[in-house]
């Protein structure tokens, strides 16, 4: 295991369920399996991420397979790319639902272990039970508890981050796959709430620290039914906040149906 202490950076040792450091500061592992290891002075509200209401939304929407495509097309391009990865990490993993997959697709490879970080407690609490295979822990994506050169494979879903906190956490020649939202993602969504809405960017990202190597976009149409599917998509969306709980209502009343456009692009630690 490569955590690090977040307090004064020094390795964590794991004894029973304690990790600790040689400054014996000290973590305890939850029942769950995942530890914490985001310290109370680092925290900007008293619960940070995405609270439990929207982990729940986003993982009944997610276990119905209408982000399957997306998420196998990266499970392809990491087996492509970092074909002899043995140490991945999932930044922003959430309940674990990416991280599950990539982790089955990679350890038919060969020996692979994967660390998922993720600043929801809520979120880690359900993935970490439900994934015991995987190693959680609760902290900052900008400021990440493992050494340095840790991970020959990171994945990026929709998560922030800083480059240098990339880099510095990635092995030389690591492979970075990041996905974001393609030009016409959730559009019809938007089109309900802006007046003038705009296609999302259509750029080539730029990390530092890292080489652009390839890019992608994942294309389909979201047809949703049932009126709980179609609560769980709103619910997880960042653009639940700005819909009227009578817009909620009439998308809930009928089938609805949107773009899926995913950005996939894949880096290359320099």
């Not at 043995?86 to 990679?106: K, W």
């Not at 389909?220 to 906040?241: C, K, V």
Request: glycine share 4%.
């Amino acid at each position: 295991m490569n955590y690090r202490c977040p307090i004064c950076q020094q390795p964590l040792s794991l004894k029973q369920t304690t990790w600790s450091c040689s400054n014996n500061h000290r973590f305890d592992c939850a029942k769950e399996g995942y530890v914490n290891l985001l310290p109370v002075q680092k925290k900007r509200s008293k619960d940070p991420g995405d609270n439990k209401e929207m982990m729940f939304a986003r993982r009944e929407f997610l276990n119905k397979g209408y982000y399957q495509a997306m998420s196998d097309r990266v499970n392809q391009l990491a087996a492509e790319y970092a074909a002899q990865a043995t140490s991945g990490l999932d930044i922003g993993c959430g309940e674990g639902y990416y991280s599950h997959r990539l982790h089955q697709v990679m350890s038919q490879r060969g020996a692979f272990t994967l660390n998922g970080v993720d600043i929801s407690k809520s979120a880690l609490k359900y993935a970490a039970k439900r994934y015991p295979d995987i190693d959680f822990c609760v902290a900052s994506s900008f400021e990440m508890p493992f050494e340095d050169e840790s991970f020959d494979l990171m994945l990026r879903i929709y998560a922030p981050s800083l480059d240098a906190e990339l880099r510095r956490v990635a092995k030389s020649g690591a492979t970075l796959i990041t996905v974001s939202a393609g030009p016409q993602h959730h559009f019809a969504l938007k089109e309900l709430i802006y007046d003038n809405p705009r296609p999302h960017p259509d750029i080539i990202s730029q990390i530092a620290g890292f080489t652009h190597i390839y890019s992608e976009r994942v294309e389909q149409r979201l047809q949703l039914s049932d009126s709980d599917d179609i609560q769980h998509f709103l619910t997880m969306t960042p653009y639940s906040w700005k819909l009227t709980d009578e817009q909620k209502r009439a998308l809930m009343s009928q089938p609805f149906n949107c773009e899926l456009d995913f950005k996939i692009e894949v880096f290359c630690a320099s």
